[in-house]
């Protein structure tokens, strides 16, 4: 029997970036441009394969009008349009 798939945190991460940003209408070519990384990076940030820098972090908040904190609430029933 195997055991359940569990998703690291830059799979949640990735997930969560993805979400918001489909929420707010933005493309990867959009969002990646007011973040200032490229989309090539956005797409494996969002595919859990990279991870993004501290600075970073602060420009997805600020790109997506949420505190850096809120960028890491993974939970079903968080609220993405604040």
Not at 11 to 25: N, T, Y
Not at 39 to 45: A, G, K, N, V
Not at 49 to 66: M, Y
């Amino acid at each position: 029997m195997t055991q359940p798939a569990v998703m690291t945190l830059r799979e949640l991460f990735g997930r969560r970036v993805q979400s918001l940003r489909k929420s707010r209408g933005l493309t990867q070519e959009t969002l990646a441009e007011k973040i200032g990384i490229s989309i090539d990076f956005l797409s494996l940030i969002e595919r859990g394969r990279s991870s993004p820098s501290f600075d970073n972090l602060e420009q997805f908040g600020q790109a997506l009008g949420l505190p850096v904190a809120a960028l890491f609430s993974f939970s079903e029933d968080s609220d993405e349009s604040k």
